[in-house]
């Protein structure tokens, strides 16, 4: 309970800050780097075991399952040209909520793991950053098309996945999105995200969850 209260209270923070700033004076202070807010909703789970490797006969365990996160994010500049550039996007993640997380044990056979359909669900916060990251985009009007690829790692409250998974879980995510200049000079940014999640082999069994994500973000200022 003391991770989830400190979860919300940095992210509720942090949304404030970023939200409250003004975009000109926040440009200024960064030199060409930007701060932005990115809300990352899931719509769709699946575990990412071998075929049939999970749990409830034909039934998959981790469909339920539902995460969002909040993070912030500072854009640093690597590359600008007239119409395409290079970002490196720094992440943080004050808060990841996660739904109908399963709470039974898993059993591991070969390559697949089990459990219940029925397992008992409860929800779990986790904090985290995702320090690996590089950004594409093109477009030099009020839209432009960019792609990102990220790694990172989240710590949540309790065990991801299993019951005797890990708290400490691994993040690899690929981000496809629309960027749109907004008439107070900040800018928002829409798109689709494919998410995996898993704890690397660092518990006894590794379940794995990849899902299909939506976000939307906005940004004080374009670098």
């Known amino acids: 309970m003391r991770l989830e209260s400190r979860a919300v209270a940095t992210?509720?923070?942090l949304l404030a800050v970023v939200t409250g700033l003004a975009p000109g004076r926040a440009s200024a202070q960064r030199g060409g780097r930007s701060l932005g807010i990115v809300v990352a909703q899931s719509v769709s789970s699946q575990t990412s075991a071998s075929p049939g490797g999970c749990c409830g006969g034909e039934e998959d365990v981790l469909a339920p399952l539902m995460l969002s996160t909040l993070e912030v994010e500072l854009t640093i500049?690597?590359?600008r040209r007239p119409s395409w550039g290079l970002d490196y996007p720094l992440r943080i993640v004050p808060l990841a909520l996660a739904l109908h997380n399963p709470t039974d044990s898993a059993t591991q056979i070969?390559?697949?793991?089990f459990m219940s359909a029925g397992t008992p669900r409860e929800r779990t916060v986790g904090v985290g950053v995702k320090p690996l990251a590089l950004r594409a985009w093109v477009g030099n009007g009020p839209v432009r098309l960019e792609g990102d690829v990220s790694a990172g790692v989240l710590l949540f409250a309790s065990p991801m996945l299993a019951a005797n998974a890990a708290r400490f879980n691994f993040v690899a995510e690929a981000d496809l999105?629309?960027?749109?200049a907004l008439p107070d000079g900040r800018r928002m940014v829409v798109g689709y995200r494919r998410h995996h999640l898993s704890n690397g082999g660092l518990a006894e069994v590794n379940p794995g969850l990849n899902s299909h994500v939506v976000y939307v973000g906005l940004w004080l200022d374009s670098p």
């Open 177 to 180: 999105g629309v960027r749109l």
């Open 11 to 13: 992210g509720a923070l």
């Open 110 to 113: 070969g390559g697949d793991w």
């Open 77 to 79: 500049p690597l590359r």
